[in-house]
């Protein structure tokens, strides 16, 4: 069992920045580390994910460019940093983990991934 837990999210300006954490209870360096994103009356949708290693990464169109997803290992935690944020990342983001079976870009599917953690609110405000 893997249980997740989301922190970092808050009210923030566009054009702000915000770093999501994701701890997990036990070592990372062999799970994939996807972060997702649901807003209201919205479809959760895939933002970021990245393999046990840390060596591959693999971002949604939307947030190319301006999150970065990264992994401290020795801390059992993955790091979501939004850069230039929009009213439009709106939403709540959750981390999930799954086993390393598939390639990178098939973490964009939520049904790859196993536990998930609660969520935390981040709100861009125009």
């Known amino acids: 069992q893997v249980q997740l837990v989301e922190s970092g999210g808050g009210l923030v300006q566009a054009g702000g920045s915000l770093r999501l954490s994701c701890v997990a209870p036990r070592p990372t360096d062999t799970i994939v580390t996807g972060w997702f994103r649901h807003a209201p009356a919205k479809e959760r949708d895939f933002v970021a994910v990245?393999?046990?290693?840390?060596?591959?990464?693999y971002y949604a169109d939307s947030v190319k460019g301006r999150f970065t997803i990264s992994r401290d290992n020795a801390k059992n935690t993955v790091y979501l940093q939004m850069n230039s944020l929009k009213p439009e990342d709106t939403a709540v983001y959750y981390c999930?983990?799954?086993?390393?079976?598939?390639?990178?870009?098939?973490?964009?599917?939520?049904?790859?991934?196993?536990?998930w953690g609660q969520g935390t609110q981040v709100t861009v405000s125009s």
């Open positions: 990245i393999n046990p290693s840390g060596g591959a990464t």
């Open positions: 999930a983990a799954a086993s390393p079976e598939y390639s990178i870009t098939s973490y964009s599917n939520p049904g790859r991934f196993a536990y």
